[in-house]
């Protein structure tokens, strides 16, 4: 036991001097709790009501990840696309620069009046985010081949298909994992943020209605559980890119 404590404190000891700070804070400087909640307060909140935490997050984490899939995969074949052919680079490059200059804020009013204020929008919204990532990763990737190996496979007569199947796609693999490690945080936080702006449910939604009605508490342990989301969400991603980078070495 003294073993695992003193472990768990050498992983974990900046969260618990966040926690000291945060409860000297509010204690020395007698802050109301609608202001700033003490930490136990946002745990008894945390604990006494799993189901709702779990109910929004379970939604919020399924919007994030069902745009993150499908933005990758949509930067993935823009990227191909304009691989194949010089007229798909010049048409969709562009739209791809556009749409990454355009703040996700200003991004999300449009969208909704064009899909609707429901969790369409907020799909669409994750895909947007997560679309320039993976196009971006993805194209760099197509272009860092292995040195002379592009004059090889011309020397062997190979296809244009063939050098992009046996060839450009595997190069382009591991920028693509890179990809996904930093678009899936991003997805989870811009599921948030739309939720918050327009959704009707979702961890964004709660932090707002949270706001309004001042249960601070609450704001603050969906704070929490939009974080714990991001950074494993963050880890995953980044174990399976160690684990891809393994096997394309």
Known sequence: MPGILKTAFNRYWGVLLILVLWQAWVTIGELNAIVMPQPADVVVDL???????????????????????????????IAIACWFSRLATGMLVPLAMIFSSVPVVALIPVVARLLGYDIKTVMAIVVIVSFFPAFVFTSAGMRALPPGSEDLFQVLGASRKSRFRHLVLPAAVPNWMIAL???APSAVL???????????????YMFRAAAGDFATERA???????????????????????????RWR
Do not use: D, W
């Open 47 to 77: 604990v006494g009501n799993p189901g709702i935490y779990l109910k929004n997050g379970v939604q919020t984490l399924a919007l994030a990840g069902g745009g993150l899939l499908l933005g990758m995969a949509f930067g993935s074949l």
């Open 181 to 183: 490690r930093l678009a």
């Open 190 to 204: 811009s599921a948030m943020l739309a939720e918050f702006l327009m959704g009707q449910s979702g961890l964004g």
């Open 220 to 246: 603050f342990g969906t704070s929490v559980i939009a974080t714990a989301v991001s950074v494993i969400t963050f880890t995953l991603s980044q174990r399976a890119e160690r684990a891809v980078n393994e």
